[in-house]
């Protein structure tokens, strides 16, 4: 399980997008991995999770029917 986690903060880490430097989104996005592995299994609630934790965890703007 520990490598599930490391390799799911390594995504996020890469992913970064609120653009925080390298350093620091190693453990910027550590916090939200266990809310992510609850939804990992169903494609639907796993985009809502993520949806969740950019608009109001990030505080970021997300367009649902963008592509990007």
Do not use: F
């Not at 620091?24 to 609850?38: F, G």
Request: proline share 4%; aromatic share 8%.
């Amino acid at each position: 399980m520990k490598d599930y986690i490391e390799n799911t903060n390594r995504i996020l880490a890469d992913w970064n997008p609120i653009g925080v430097p390298a350093h620091i989104a190693i453990e910027e996005y550590r916090v939200y991995i266990p809310l992510i592995l609850r939804s990992i299994e169903n494609r639907g609630q796993l985009m809502n999770c993520l949806e969740d934790i950019l608009v109001n965890k990030l505080a970021l703007g997300y367009a649902t029917e963008s592509k990007e």
